[in-house]
Nanobody
Framework: QVQLVESGGGLVQPGGSLRLSCATS????????MGWFRQAPGKEREFVAV????????YYSGSVKGRFTISRDDAKNTVYLQMSSLKPEDTAVYYC????????????????WGQGTQVTVSS
């Protein structure tokens, strides 16, 4: 069993930055692809970014590409999401997830989920 705990959310003004962290338990962190997803009020949860096991290849949704950066530190069992140039439409609960090692933008390939952290972008 893998447990994931997100942190780093909060209130930020448009154009600002935040870094989310997702700390995981267990010794198998490095074997998973790690993803970030988000869910805005009244909307379905959507893919944000993923980083593969090992070669740290990354993939982003079109709405965040160029503004967000996903990274991982296998020694710390932690995945990060650096968010810059934030917009009000980025407001959502952000979830990290552990899943298939090749990385995927589909929820069906993720086995473990965190509880989420709220990000609010507002002036």
């Amino acid at each position: 069993q893998v447990q994931l705990v997100e942190s780093g959310g909060g209130l930020v003004q448009p154009g600002g930055s935040l870094r989310l962290s997702c700390a995981t338990s267990g010794r198998t962190f490095s074997s998973y692809g790690m993803g970030w997803f988000r869910q805005a009020p009244g909307k379905e949860r959507e893919f944000v970014a993923v980083i593969r096991r090992g070669d740290v290849s990354t993939y982003y949704s079109g709405s965040v590409k160029g503004r967000f950066t996903i990274s991982r530190d296998d020694a710390k069992n932690t995945v990060y999401l650096q968010m810059s140039s934030l917009k009000p439409e980025d407001t959502a609960v952000y979830y990290c997830a552990a899943g298939a090692p090749w990385g995927s933008n589909s929820e069906v390939y993720y086995y473990y989920w965190g509880q989420g952290t709220q990000v609010t972008v507002s002036s």
